[in-house]
């Protein structure tokens, strides 16, 4: 290469760092490093890296946020995210932040090389093209008019063979550049430059996804269309043009995520009937005759194991629900009025282990609005775990106040704590912590409901923990403001 591409990482696991610094190296690349969150943006805004590799936790933040900062600010800057682990969850979380892709380990060489390879291939096809073009043709794509046919069909020749469709519209939503996927996509009838995007896209979604407020440089939503094809799309807002919208095609993985969500819910209900008779019959036992010392115990088992998994089955049938959206039942509604009725019910148990129950709540705090069961199901959750985790004479402090019109419920207590390492996992299903011993063992989904009826309800839930001191659950909901009745 005449001109090395730079390549900048962001990893705080330093054996990590090494193998990939020296793997990039080998095959001709310049590298930067960053240690910290200032490095990055200074290494960002100076040196215009060509990639950027981020690890999934990094400088004490959550990588993927900070890879959504950074793509607000550098739009077409291909990244990487690099997970301790692979998982369903980190594929969405991909999909959704509009990342290049991730590694995870095993790493070898060839992997690391291959992959930043291919995202500099796809950012020079589609992202290296959008910069160039937009500072080249600014001044003529604000006067649309002035276009030529034959300049129209340099950009088509350009990325013609992008897999991802590209529309560029001005600021009133007026078409001005489709390229073949796209049109194919969206359905864009031949005569359609020039026209208000609006008026030749017939599909409440995608109608609702462009009328949205430009808050944020990149904005990102599912859309479904009547054939069945589910795509991935991303609105960039150019200043003095207008936006820049691509859209990826994830039909596939939408298929496969129903298939796995029909299985589980398929199995669920068919195992009640089973357990309902084991149930049953274990009471029937006691009733046919006198039982010793070990045949109560074994009876017992058996109930205590059933019990086990008719909660499990409730809890993916819960889970089920609400990620499939079921549950629409919105109403203003007082947390603090619920986190009572919860705190009441785990009353015994706090007594029973004199935990010292700390409350500062904020008086005639706002409502949110949101389903009161699942604001229910979500306290029990938090409740229970810091309750249950606790050990005897523990503290639970438990705290609602407000900033910026948003409702911020936090729950701190000194438990065992959980490893940094795994504090990216603890929402993820069936996920346990490794250095937790608690009898009887949870069915593993809890937290994981508690994340979703809380995106449900377009909040955001994160954990703060000290291994071996504390733990601290932080959900923050947006405020419900009722119109005031006119004079």
């Known amino acids: 290469m005449s001109e090395r591409d730079l390549i900048l990482l962001a990893l705080d696991n330093i054996q990590v760092l090494h193998l990939m610094e020296r793997a990039l190296q080998a095959v001709n690349y310049e590298v930067a490093i960053a240690h910290n969150l200032e490095e990055l943006g200074k290494i960002l805004d100076e040196a215009s890296p060509a990639l950027l590799l981020i690890a999934e936790h990094f400088s004490g933040r959550n990588g993927i946020e900070i890879a959504e900062a950074e793509l607000q600010r550098f739009p077409t800057l291909p990244i990487l995210l690099f997970v301790e682990q692979d998982t369903t969850g980190v594929v969405k979380a991909v999909l959704k932040a509009g990342l290049s892709g991730y590694l995870y380990p095993p790493l070898h060489t060839d992997d690391i090389v291959e992959a930043v390879n291919r995202s500099l291939a796809?950012?020079?096809?589609?992202?290296?093209?959008?910069?160039?073009?937009?500072?080249?043709?600014?001044?003529?794509?604000?006067?649309?008019?002035?276009?030529?046919?034959?300049?129209?069909?340099?950009?088509?020749?350009?990325?013609?063979?992008?897999?991802?469709?590209?529309?560029?519209?001005?600021?009133?939503?007026?078409?001005?550049?489709a390229n073949?996927?796209?049109?194919?996509?969206?359905?864009?009838?031949?005569?359609?430059?020039?026209?208000?995007?609006?008026?030749?896209?017939?599909?409440?979604?995608?109608?609702?996804?462009?009328?949205?407020?430009?808050?944020?440089?990149?904005?990102y939503q599912e859309l479904n269309f009547d054939d069945g094809r589910v795509f991935s799309a991303h609105q960039t807002f150019i200043p003095k043009?207008?936006?820049a919208i691509t859209s990826h095609e994830i039909t596939f993985l939408?298929?496969?995520?129903?298939?796995?969500?029909?299985?589980?819910?398929?199995?669920?209900?068919?195992?009640r009937s089973p357990l309902t008779a084991v149930m049953g019959?274990?009471?029937?036992?006691?009733?046919?005759?006198?039982?010793?010392?070990?045949?109560?115990?074994?009876?017992?088992?058996?109930?205590?194991?059933v019990q086990n998994i008719t909660t499990l089955i409730n809890d993916l049938l819960d889970l089920g629900r609400i990620e499939a959206g079921f549950d629409t039942r919105r109403e203003a509604v007082q947390l603090e009025s619920i986190l009572q009725n919860s705190l009441d019910m785990f009353e015994p148990l706090i007594t029973q282990k004199n935990l010292h129950l700390e409350k500062n709540i904020l008086p005639n705090s706002p409502a949110v609005r949101a389903d009161p069961i699942r604001m229910r199901?979500?306290?029990?959750?938090?409740?229970?775990?810091?309750?249950?985790?606790t050990s005897k004479d523990g503290t639970i402090?438990?705290?609602?106040?407000?900033?910026?019109h948003q409702l911020i419920f936090e729950i701190k207590d000194t438990g065992p704590g959980i490893p940094l390492d795994e504090q990216s996992h603890i929402f993820e299903k069936f996920y346990r912590g490794s250095n937790v011993l608690v009898e009887p063992k949870g069915s593993g989904l809890g937290l994981a409901i508690?994340?979703?009826?809380?995106?449900?309800?377009?909040?955001?839930?994160?954990?703060?923990?000290?291994?071996?001191?504390?733990?601290?659950?932080?959900?923050?909901?947006?405020?419900?403001?009722?119109?005031?009745p006119s004079a």
């Open 122 to 177: 796809r950012a020079r096809h589609l992202g290296d093209w959008i910069r160039r073009e937009v500072r080249r043709t600014t001044s003529s794509l604000e006067k649309r008019a002035q276009i030529s046919e034959t300049e129209r069909d340099k950009f088509e020749a350009i990325i013609a063979h992008i897999e991802d469709g590209v529309i560029v519209l001005d600021e009133e939503h007026n078409i001005i550049f």
């Open 180 to 219: 073949r996927i796209a049109r194919e996509t969206w359905g864009l009838p031949p005569d359609s430059i020039g026209k208000p995007i609006l008026q030749v896209v017939q599909s409440p979604d995608i109608q609702t996804f462009l009328l949205r407020p430009a808050e944020s440089s990149i904005k």
């Open 241 to 243: 043009i207008g936006i």
């Open 254 to 271: 939408k298929k496969l995520d129903q298939i796995k969500n029909e299985f589980v819910h398929t199995v669920s209900h068919d195992l």
């Open 281 to 305: 019959y274990a009471e029937l036992v006691t009733r046919a005759g006198t039982l010793n010392e070990q045949q109560q115990e074994f009876l017992k088992r058996i109930q205590t194991s």
């Open 377 to 389: 199901q979500m306290l029990d959750n938090l409740i229970g775990n810091a309750v249950k985790y």
């Open 397 to 404: 402090q438990i705290r609602i106040h407000t900033e910026e």
């Open 450 to 484: 508690v994340k979703s009826i809380v995106e449900s309800h377009q909040g955001r839930v994160w954990v703060e923990s000290v291994l071996g001191k504390e733990s601290t659950f932080i959900v923050v909901l947006p405020a419900y403001e009722q119109a005031k």
